[in-house]
């Protein structure tokens, strides 16, 4: 098992369902007004990477789910990006495959690190690719380094990036302990560390229902989302960070980002 390859203790029986489903005929809604997003941006080609093009139509698959946004800043928390001559590397909880298009939809100028399965996944593995995302192999421990270098380089070129330290998803947002070698990355780079909470809302309360987990594909858990009535996510960016040792980061952004909650799976 690699430094970033985690098995996650939650299963898809964690991914639960607090209200009413919708009807058949708003889930085939939904489905039809995200056909209609995918189809649009598949057309577009390279320039479906153009920033305020990609925050649209990031917006575009959360309004046709009916999934609400909510930026949230923490107090004393700057903008989730802020310019300068290196990127900001900005690390968050993992929950749900909604959560880089939430990202995407607040600030598409992040270059995205996902696994290498998503690169796999129809018609969103083509997106995902258009736009610059970085793929990781999680059992590759020896692309370790590269990877590494590559996300420094990318940060010293003053692009943003946003990876997932707990290397996979979980149900809530005090899920598995932060990986410390992605950070490697910002010090190398004297970049700072934006520590970032996701956080999913059902009618107004904590849920798990947009999780996605164990070895689901893509299909089941956009089924799940398109089954959800008042779906919401909130994103919390929180103070950023510095330092010159890569575990004490990692601890330091995961305790800003999980607050006041103990880790549910260590």
Request: glycine fraction near 10%; include cysteine.
């Amino acid at each position: 098992m690699s430094s970033w390859s985690v098995e996650s203790l939650c299963t898809p029986g964690c991914a639960t369902d607090g209200g009413p489903r919708m009807p058949l005929s708003g889930i085939a809604r939904r489905y039809a007004s995200l056909a209609a997003t995918l189809l649009r941006s598949v057309a577009m080609g390279e320039r479906l990477g153009a920033p305020e093009t990609l925050r649209e139509r990031a917006g575009e698959v959360l309004d046709g789910l009916d999934v609400r946004i909510e930026l949230r800043k923490a107090p004393g928390a700057e903008p989730l990006t802020v310019p300068g001559p290196v990127g900001t590397l900005v690390v968050a909880n993992h929950i749900s495959w909604l959560d880089i298009v939430a990202f995407l939809a607040v600030e598409p100028r992040l270059t995205l690190l996902a696994k290498r399965e998503v690169g796999a996944w129809p018609v969103v593995g083509t997106l995902a690719r258009r736009i610059g995302t970085r793929f990781i192999d999680r059992e590759g421990l020896r692309q370790l380094p590269q990877t590494v270098a590559d996300l420094s380089d990318t940060l010293r070129s003053g692009r943003s990036v946003v990876v997932f330290p707990q290397a996979t998803t979980w149900c809530t947002v005090a899920g598995g302990s932060f990986r410390p070698a992605t950070f490697q990355a910002a010090i190398d780079a004297g970049a700072p560390v934006r520590p970032v909470s996701l956080d999913y809302f059902q009618h107004g309360r904590p849920t798990t229902v947009a999780a996605f987990l164990g070895e689901e594909d893509f299909g089941t858990g956009l089924r799940r989302v398109a089954g959800t009535r008042g779906l919401s996510v909130r994103i919390t960016p929180h103070r950023t960070l510095a330092g010159t040792d890569r575990r004490s980061l990692a601890s330091a952004a995961q305790r800003a980002v999980v607050g006041t909650e103990s880790p549910a799976h260590v």
